[in-house]
């Protein structure tokens, strides 16, 4: 009988110094332990560089993206706001007087015509007359081009100095046309005064253009006062 | 039986004297069952106990320190592993999760633009007579803005040389800017000087000076040049 419990022991006691190898080899700190940890911060990086941040960076993109797209929402809901603001008819009606005012063609003889006509309401007599199509540079002011298009010409009347006078008023004032003048002479030739200028009518002519509804835009009911002038000018061409 | 649990608590007791309190192999199962119901149970008495039932030695060394640090290590490793994955997973789920609300929020808002443009394109024909409209306003102010009514400027000097006494201006040139050229006559120099006085202290006079004096028959000719100040004749007949 203690033959076998003896020898019980013996395997019992041969277990647990098995166990306790087992359990010194498992509390041991090795390589394999450290792996996974070393892997998963490798990984976070190599994730962190190729995914994340060019993740973020496109978030970003949409970001600034999204700015400019309600930065834009509100310029069209501004110029919506400012187009129902214009009445239909009314616009109608200020672009025809516009267009009288500033046609869009400018025919020579229809400008000499009306020239020739007013001082002749004047009471002057034609010495020299002619005209001619011109281009003027405009640095970049006009949209179609660097240049407005006129019909320009040296005139010469004569007359009294009243009458010369009267005449060079309403060159400015009663010409349903937007006229400029230059190079303006006055000589007097015994009672007689001769008027030499150069006379300059404008037009816009019609260009195809697309609207951009992302371009700045200007509505014409900004210039009430000029608007008024093309009204009261055109009524005097009717 | 009593006396032979009375001796194992016994033994128990001097064991927990002896032993250093550190993470051991619990008792054994058996020993644990044998105990009497009565029996006080060990204040965190799962202490380790080298004493084995029936009359054995329990030979699982305690853990040394350095076991126990080992140990301590892995476990902090572990959880440390664990805390990286959670991290990972969390940013993960954060950054596609900015991006995917962020490239949401810019659809939609896309998509209000898109609906906003086409609300504006039917408008385009409005927009295309007002900047026609705007175009004409803007040559008329360029043209226009600088012009000065002929008749007034005239008007000016000829008032001035009536003050000087007999002088006469037969000839006026005018130049865009206001610059003149102006030629005439008087009865005596002491008029000619006294139209020069006046034309020089004039305040719409920039600049005049006599070009030439000259006496003629029963006259003395004379001519100025000079500039007008431009804002003070700027036309209100516009």
């Known amino acids: ?238 | 039986m009593n006396n032979q649990s009375q001796s194992e608590k016994k033994i128990d007791t001097k064991v927990f004297e002896k032993k250093t309190p550190s993470k051991v192999a619990p008792l054994p199962v058996k020993a644990k069952e044998k105990l009497p119901p009565e029996a006080p149970k060990p204040k965190e008495q799962v202490a380790p106990s080298n004493i084995l039932e029936e009359k054995s030695i329990n030979l699982i060394p305690t853990l040394s320190k350095e076991e126990v640090v080992i140990a301590e290590k892995k476990k902090k490793l572990n959880v440390g592993s664990i805390a990286s994955l959670l991290i990972l997973v969390i940013v993960s789920i954060l950054i596609i999760g900015f991006n995917i609300v962020s490239r949401m929020s810019l659809n939609n808002e896309k998509s209000k633009l898109q609906a906003y443009e086409t609300e504006v394109t039917k408008m385009t024909q409005k927009m295309i007579s007002s900047n026609e409209i705007t175009e004409r306003v803007k040559l008329y102010n360029r043209v226009l803005g600088k012009t000065f009514s002929p008749k007034e400027v005239v008007d000016y000097i000829n008032a001035i040389a009536a003050k000087s006494g007999t002088s006469t201006v037969s000839d006026f040139s005018l130049g865009e800017d206001l610059s003149f050229t102006l030629e005439g006559n008087a009865t005596d120099m002491e008029n000619v000087s006294k139209f020069w006085y006046l034309l020089s202290n004039d305040p719409k006079m920039e600049t005049v000076t006599l070009k030439s004096v000259g006496n003629g028959v029963n006259t003395v000719r004379f001519s100025f040049k000079g500039k007008l100040v431009l804002n003070d004749f700027l036309s209100s007949t516009n």
Not at chain 1, 69 to 76: D, I, P, S
């Open chain 1, 1 to 238: 009988m203690p033959i076998v419990t003896n020898t019980v022991n013996a395997n019992k006691t041969k277990k647990e110094i098995e166990a306790i190898s087992e359990r010194a080899k498992k509390t041991k700190l090795r390589i394999s332990d450290i792996v996974i940890p070393i892997l998963v911060v490798v990984i976070l990086i190599i994730l962190g560089v190729f995914v994340f941040v060019p993740m973020i960076q496109k978030a970003i993109t949409f970001q600034s993206e999204h700015a400019t797209v309600v930065k834009k929402e509100e310029q069209l809901k501004q110029l919506e706001t400012t187009l129902n603001s214009m009445d239909e008819g009314i616009l109608q009606s200020d672009l025809v007087n516009a267009q009288k005012v500033i046609p869009n063609t400018l025919k020579v003889s229809s400008f000499m015509y009306y020239i020739d006509n007013l001082a002749s309401q004047k009471g002057l007599n034609s010495s020299e007359i002619s005209a001619g199509d011109i281009k003027i540079n405009t640095e970049g002011e006009t949209s179609d081009g660097n240049y407005i298009l006129g019909v320009s010409g040296p005139l010469a009347y004569k007359g009294s100095l009243n009458n010369v006078l009267s005449f060079l008023d309403s060159l400015y004032s009663a010409s349903p046309y937007i006229i400029t003048i230059a190079n303006l002479d006055l000589k007097s030739m015994g009672g007689i005064w001769q008027v030499s200028l150069s006379v300059t009518g404008y037009y816009v002519p019609v260009v195809a253009t697309s609207v951009d509804v992302y371009s700045t835009f200007t509505p014409y009911t900004q210039y009430p006062d000029v608007v008024t002038i093309f009204e009261s000018k055109a009524s005097q061409l009717d």
